[in-house]
């Protein structure tokens, strides 16, 4: 039973691994997204906006980069898909029992 115990834990343990390993990512890119595209406004507030350029460019790689954010995010934090494939295999298998 100690071995099914260890084996157990072992599972578990590479789980939490692979979270860790998202959140660690996600935020890395949340650092490049704030570093950059803060350069970029500053470009923008120092060149275009004070000579008459009102548009500001940056919005599009911030809101481009912004989407790719926020789905690494969610894919960190929210997405459980250990729980999303127990629950296909529990509803397969409710299927399967009633016909």
Avoid: C
Wanted: proline share 3%.
């Amino acid at each position: 039973m100690n071995n099914m115990q260890d084996s157990t834990n072992d599972q578990r343990d590479e789980e939490l691994w692979v979270i860790a390993k998202k959140r660690a990512s996600f935020r890395r890119h949340l650092v490049s997204y704030l570093l950059v595209n803060s350069f970029l406004w500053l470009i923008w507030a120092f060149t275009g906006a004070g000579n008459g350029g009102f548009f500001p460019w940056p919005i599009w790689p911030t809101l481009g980069w912004g989407v790719g954010l926020a789905l690494n995010y969610a894919d960190a934090y929210m997405f459980d898909r250990k729980n999303v494939v127990e629950e296909e295999y529990q509803k397969l298998l409710r299927k399967k029992q009633q016909q």
